[in-house]
């Protein structure tokens, strides 16, 4: 575990003071001279005796797939982020185990409170995402608060998304979009392309071929088609033609 710094942030009454100098008292292990608090003890050796990240993982994994780049929330669910995004960053946060307490633990392991969480720069090849948390814990009975430090890393992991799954066998595709548009020029499909790239549009295509006079879009259930095909309503003027199949 990386440590940063550590801090003791005290709840106790403030110290007292003579002639406008501040008292101060010996650390009960140490003898440093330090502000009087709750536990009358130094930092450095509070932090010795106690344990802020008990409980706290400093390492887990992500999932990300390689063929859309997005990244596995949860069973069956996946999002897309960006790296170093805010997305990312509660993606990461939540699979941290420790940051929240348990119904089975009692008042004695402390209620962890999450100060700051800020990203550290890695190896965009290292396939490791690294955050550094600040968090704050009670330590002891009296009121004493210690605030540390720590970076935590993510192992990110290679597997495939359900819909790039299919993509890769043949006869899975259940829904197909063809758009064709019979003119000269290639102005409005150069158009439609930069539109659906900038809005995500083709997100859940399994695939896509190009003609002379258009495009075919797979996708893999009847509701995905609908939305991409109410996204080209919304963008550019056509005529829709519904035409079903069924096998016996």
């Not at 805010?86 to 009692?106: D, P, Y």
Request: proline share 3%; glycine share 8%; with cysteine.
């Amino acid at each position: 575990m990386e440590v940063e710094s550590i801090q003791q942030v005290s709840s106790g009454p403030p110290s007292s003071s003579f002639g406008g100098t501040t008292a101060t008292i010996l650390c009960c292990i140490c003898a440093t001279p330090i502000s009087p608090n709750p536990s009358n003890t130094c930092s450095s050796c509070l932090a010795s005796q106690s344990d802020v990240t008990r409980g706290i993982s400093t390492e887990a994994t992500l999932h990300q797939c390689r063929g859309c780049s997005r990244w596995h929330q949860s069973e069956g669910k996946w999002i897309g982020c960006e790296l170093e995004s805010r997305e990312l960053m509660a993606l990461c946060l939540s699979n941290v185990s420790g940051l929240k307490r348990r119904k089975n633990e009692g008042a004695s392991h402390g209620k962890v409170r999450l100060v700051d969480a800020s990203w550290v720069w890695t190896e965009p090849h290292s396939m490791r995402l690294k955050i550094r948390l600040t968090i704050q814990r009670e330590v002891q009975a009296g009121g004493t608060i210690l605030q540390q430090s720590f970076i935590v890393t993510f192992i990110v992991r290679n597997q495939q998304c359900i819909e790039c799954q299919a993509a890769f066998r043949q006869g899975t595709w259940k829904s197909l979009v063809q758009v064709r548009q019979r003119v000269g020029h290639k102005r409005t499909f150069l158009y439609l392309e930069q539109l659906i790239l900038k809005h995500g549009a083709h997100r859940g295509c399994l695939s896509i071929e190009t003609f002379k006079d258009g495009m075919d879009f797979y996708f893999p259930d009847k509701g995905k088609a609908a939305r991409f095909m109410s996204f080209l309503e919304d963008v550019v003027p056509l005529k829709v033609c519904f035409l079903y199949l069924y096998c016996l």
